[in-house]
């Protein structure tokens, strides 16, 4: 019977060693894939952190969970955290309401989709943006977050508003030009006809 126990004893000893180093091994396991996600996500701040464009994740909720240096410098008060706030913290709601609109059917439709939209910037000016969001998904192929890469292209919208001007411009020049060849066309008609009638010889011809 002690032999038994004795036994037994050793092999709920052994048990509980094996249970506690499994349950050691598991937490080092997570800990080592949070630290890996930490160090992947600093280094994917580092990378978008150089883009010239204003780049920002946001959940499933709409919660901004990454925002470059160029997004934070164009929306967000200095000293002010974006991460864990909504879009409808950031932007006055009209413009809210169009981009968690747009937000929304990126995540129906998986789909990517752009738009243009004038935004207010955080020095209290007013410019065009063209922004490009993009549906990220789980291995289910469930959105779990939206990206969004949005370039700035008031100056570009310009340019392109005054080469259309500037394009126009001939052609007014022109129709205006023929209008003012017909009129004289028709005066010298007119003269010629009245000399004619005074038994006088044309002073102009036909042909100018």
Not at 45 to 57: F, G, M, N
Not at 93 to 108: H, V
Not at 134 to 149: H, L, W, Y
Not at 167 to 185: A, D, H, Y
Request: hydrophobic share 35%; net charge negative.
């Amino acid at each position: 019977m002690r032999l038994v126990a004795a036994a037994s004893k050793a092999a709920a000893t052994k048990s509980g060693i094996t249970d506690v180093t499994e349950q050691r091994r598991a937490e080092d396991e997570q800990r080592r894939a949070e630290n890996e996600q930490r160090q992947a996500k600093g280094l994917f701040k580092t990378v978008v952190d150089q883009l010239p464009a204003a780049i920002c994740l946001k959940d499933a909720e709409g919660r901004y969970t990454l925002a470059n240096s160029v997004f934070c410098k164009w929306f967000v008060k200095p000293g002010e955290d974006i991460i864990g706030k909504t879009t409808h913290d950031i932007y006055p709601s009209e413009i809210a309401d169009k981009i968690q609109a747009l937000d929304a059917e990126i995540i129906k439709t998986k789909k990517n989709a752009e738009e243009e939209i004038c935004e207010p910037f955080a020095d209290g000016s007013e410019r065009i943006l063209q922004i490009a969001k993009f549906p990220i998904c789980d291995d289910n192929g469930e959105v779990i977050a939206v990206g969004s890469v949005e370039n700035e292209i008031t100056d570009l919208k310009k340019t392109i508003e005054e080469a259309e001007k500037a394009k126009r411009r001939p052609e007014s020049f022109s129709r205006i030009s023929t209008g003012r060849e017909l009129k004289m066309i028709e005066l010298k008609k007119e003269i010629d006809e009245l000399l004619k009638k005074m038994s006088e010889a044309p002073r102009y011809s036909k042909a100018g």
